[in-house]
């Protein structure tokens, strides 16, 4: 099992510009959910997809979407970078219907805006 | 709102030495309860979760964490810290039924050094 799977590792962006990121679940699991983490804080919620739908969302704006594809992979998209946005991205994935209530996290992808 | 206040930003313990990370939670029910660690440049993995029953939960690599409902508190401990486990340790609450585990509030993290 290759555990939840996110590309690229690392990623430099221009202000302005736009970037997309990509996370694979855990297999079996069904839902996935983006966090923000910032130097030195911790994970912060952006948005969680299930169902290829847009279930949840935490207190980011619209310039942050997503996707989420049949075979349950997901994309983040960030347009118009700012400086503010440079920060280890990462996913989670799970099981909606399961009991366990356990994320399990990829290893993120750094992205510096410069 | 709920919230996760880790009072600690930075411990620093000797190996072999018995370890507690606090941990402060805010929310209006009976939270889900996380503690999760992230050596540098990794993501995070689960050492411990709690629910509901056993206020006592046993975690990996030796870890255990005490509920308290009368001081909202989920603090992490460990009988004898191994230099392998310096690392960033990040306390979480989840909102109670399913979708928890996908929508998690972190605290801001305690750093923990292990001197040789």
């Known amino acids: 099992d290759a555990g939840v799977t996110q590309s690229p590792t690392h990623l430099i962006k221009?202000?302005?510009?736009?970037?997309?990121?990509?996370?694979?679940?855990?297999?079996?699991?069904?839902?996935?959910?983006?966090?923000?983490?910032?130097?030195?804080?911790?994970?912060?919620?952006?948005?969680?997809?299930?169902?290829?739908e847009e279930r949840q969302r935490g207190?980011?704006?619209?310039?942050?979407?997503?996707?989420?594809?049949?075979?349950?992979?997901?994309?983040?998209?960030?347009?118009?970078?700012?400086?503010?946005?440079?920060?280890?991205?990462?996913?989670?994935?799970?099981?909606?219907?399961?009991?366990?209530y356990e994320a399990f996290f990829g290893q993120g992808t750094r992205l510096t805006v410069v | 709102?709920?919230?996760?206040?880790?009072?600690?930003?930075?411990?620093?313990?000797?190996e072999g030495a018995s370890l507690e990370l606090r941990c402060n939670y805010s929310y209006g029910a009976t939270p889900y309860l996380f503690w999760y660690v992230q050596s540098p440049?990794?993501?995070?993995?689960?050492?411990?979760?709690?629910?509901?029953?056993?206020?006592?939960?046993?975690?990996i690599k030796g870890f255990e964490a005490e509920f308290k409902r009368s001081?909202?508190?989920?603090?992490?401990?460990k009988p004898s810290v191994h230099w392998s486990d310096a690392a960033e340790y990040f306390?979480?609450?989840?909102?109670?039924?399913?979708?928890?585990a996908s929508k998690l509030t972190f605290g801001t993290g305690t750093r923990l050094q292990v001197t040789l």
């Open chain 1, 59 to 100: 207190n980011f704006p619209d310039r942050f979407s997503g996707h989420q594809f049949p075979n349950y992979s997901s994309e983040l998209n960030v347009n118009a970078l700012l400086l503010g946005d440079s920060a280890l991205y990462l996913c989670a994935s799970s099981n909606l219907g399961a009991d366990s």
């Open chain 1, 14 to 52: 221009t202000r302005g510009q736009q970037v997309t990121l990509r996370c694979s679940p855990k297999s079996g699991h069904d839902t996935v959910s983006w966090y923000q983490q910032a130097l030195g804080q911790g994970p912060q919620f952006i948005f969680q997809y299930y169902e290829e």
């Open chain 2, 1 to 14: 709102a709920q919230s996760v206040t880790q009072p600690d930003i930075h411990i620093t313990v000797s």
């Open chain 2, 91 to 100: 306390c979480a609450v989840g909102p109670f039924g399913s979708g928890t």
């Open chain 2, 41 to 59: 440049g990794q993501g995070l993995q689960l050492l411990l979760k709690y629910f509901s029953g056993d206020t006592l939960v046993q975690g």
């Open chain 2, 71 to 77: 001081q909202s508190s989920f603090n992490l401990r």
